[in-house]
């Protein structure tokens, strides 16, 4: 059913009839030109396809490890940023600029890519998450559960959009996610080869006044 027009015949669907009513910058149950109405819905429905279509393209990687360490030496070490190229396989240098902002530089499927990051949560000994601000969209979080006094389950998710032919080829693979599993492995050796000598480095700390 709907609503007829300048008596030409022309059906309005219901919504539309809404839309006069409640369109902002116009006085409730005002009169509008149907082409501004349609060319509004058609924007509204423009947007909403552009944020799902993003959110198909981003995809998601969730690995977990267990570490031999207590949960307060294994969120310590993982805070020394700057140490991620020693485990993190591609990683060619990580910088803290802030106590809330990285600059991150690896090579990714044979491409060196750049980007900024800000930590937008840290609970300490619990949880960091972060996203991309410029370069390489991405975001993630990690995640620290004790299991036991001496023992860590960490928790890695990170969702990635997929830039080039190659990487949507590897990941539909999976390579990426093998990556990322590599990398916690190294970290559980690395870690359990630090000890309990492992350092710290709060989001508050500023390594430039270290």
Known sequence: M?????????????????????????????????????REMAEKAASKSGEVTRR???????????????????????????????????????????????????????????????????????????????????????QFDPVGSDRTRISLSISYEPQTGLEKIGDALGILGFRIQGDLDRFKQYIEKQGVTAGHAEVGDDPMNQ
């Open 56 to 142: 198909i393209r981003m995809e998601n990687v969730q690995k977990s490890i267990e570490v031999n360490v207590p949960v307060d030496v294994a969120y310590n070490q993982w805070t020394h940023f700057e140490e991620f190229p020693k485990f993190m396989q591609g990683v060619q240098e990580v910088r803290q600029l802030s106590p809330t902002r990285l600059y991150w530089r690896a090579e990714i499927f044979g491409k060196e890519k750049e980007w900024d990051a800000e930590i937008y949560e840290q609970i300490p000994e619990q949880r960091i998450s972060w996203r991309s601000t410029g370069g390489a969209p991405n975001t993630g979080s990690v």
């Open 2 to 38: 709907g609503n007829r027009i300048g008596g030409v015949g022309a059906a309005v669907p219901d919504d539309h009839r809404l839309y006069t009513k409640v369109g902002g910058g116009h006085g409730a149950g005002a009169k509008r030109n149907p082409a501004e109405i349609s």
